[in-house]
């Protein structure tokens, strides 16, 4: 889990008035919260929705988790009341709640990792640290409604995020003095040369050299002297990105998220939401794809 300090100032001020406030609360198996606002006081009822946005944070001022800067709210559903006897302190918490409520639960990061992550404490972690969530009650809504409510808020996210991706890409272009042109989808690209050859079309087949990087660090995480594929399957910012040049053309396509790998990215490659550059060559153009010999066929 990555670590980093507190700048968010909405938490800075629940922090400050969580110092002076003495409003404890306690769950049917004893687990104490504090109320730092109180909300309407409607809890949530057995198979509602109650939507909240958090910050994990340990004893030591270092963030764990932060649904403010992921842009997504959590949601959590309340089980029949059957399940209330088995339940750990803090889903007996979110029972409590109500929309408006603003709330600390702290606990020793052996608690935590025995109840809520449900396995053992990683090497290095501090054993003697609390750790303490900081919670702010959205809303509570039927599943129905939640659904729709999800929908609308990943539309929120997407936009925010494709702002954030061309403003970062703007930075680093300035800053790196480079010169490039964007298309209307968002891609940025740099022509390195440009023959006027016959360019492929989406249903044919693509023969590259490439090699691709994060922007944020500029570490390579793939390369290749040549590789052959069809060009409708890859992301489309390649789409776009190859579809300007011609055999023997080259050129830096700098890919935005939205147009690369995503909010999910490419597990144990691409992290989620990362911003690409890749240097490409196109070497051929096909008619199709032979899968046996992995190659382009002309």
């Given at each position: 889990m990555k670590m980093m300090k507190i700048t968010n100032v909405l938490i800075g001020l629940l922090l400050l008035c969580a110092a002076c406030n003495n409003s404890e609360k306690k769950t049917p198996n004893g687990f104490t919260f504090n109320i730092i606002k109180a909300g309407d006081g409607v809890v949530p009822k057995p198979q509602e929705i109650l939507v909240f946005n958090f910050t994990l944070r340990d004893s030591k001022d270092s963030v764990w988790a932060d649904s403010y800067k992921e842009g997504m709210p959590?949601?959590?559903?309340?089980?029949?009341?059957?399940?209330?006897?088995?339940?750990?302190?803090?889903?007996q918490m979110?029972?409590?709640?109500?929309?408006?409520?603003?709330?600390?639960?702290?606990?020793?990061?052996?608690?935590?990792?025995?109840?809520?992550?449900?396995?053992?404490?990683?090497?290095?972690?501090?054993?003697?640290?609390?750790?303490?969530?900081?919670?702010?009650?959205?809303?509570?809504?039927?599943?129905?409604?939640?659904?729709?409510?999800?929908?609308?808020?990943?539309?929120?996210?997407?936009?925010?995020?494709?702002?954030?991706?061309?403003?970062?890409?703007?930075?680093?272009?300035?800053?790196?003095?480079?010169?490039?042109?964007?298309?209307?989808?968002?891609?940025?690209?740099?022509?390195?040369?440009n023959k006027g050859g016959i360019k492929p079309t989406s249903t044919q087949c693509v023969e590259v050299k490439y090699a691709g990087k994060f922007m944020a660090d500029g570490l390579i995480f793939d390369q290749s002297e040549k590789i052959s594929y069809p060009l409708a399957q890859f992301v489309k910012g390649w789409q776009l990105g190859i579809a300007l040049l011609g055999i023997g053309d080259s050129a830096t396509f700098y890919i935005p998220s939205d147009l690369g790998y995503g909010p999910r990215g490419y597990p144990g490659a691409i992290p989620p939401n990362a911003i690409?550059?890749?240097?490409?060559?196109?070497?051929?153009?096909?008619?199709?794809?032979?899968?046996?010999?992995?190659s382009c066929i002309k």
């Open positions: 959590a949601p959590i559903q309340i089980a029949d009341s059957a399940a209330q006897t088995t339940e750990n302190g803090m889903l979110f029972r409590m709640l109500s929309k408006g409520d603003s709330v600390r639960a702290t606990m020793p990061i052996g608690k935590f990792f025995r109840e809520i992550v449900r396995g053992a404490v990683p090497p290095g972690v501090d054993t003697t640290m609390d750790i303490s969530y900081f919670i702010q009650v959205n809303e509570v809504m039927s599943l129905e409604k939640f659904q729709a409510y999800q929908v609308e808020m990943e539309k929120k996210k997407q936009a925010s995020q494709k702002i954030k991706d061309q403003e970062t890409i703007k930075k680093y272009l300035t800053d790196n003095n480079v010169v490039a042109q964007v298309d209307t989808s968002g891609l940025h690209y740099v022509l390195h040369s690409l550059i890749f240097d490409v060559e196109l070497l051929g153009i096909g008619t199709s794809y032979d899968q046996a010999t992995q």
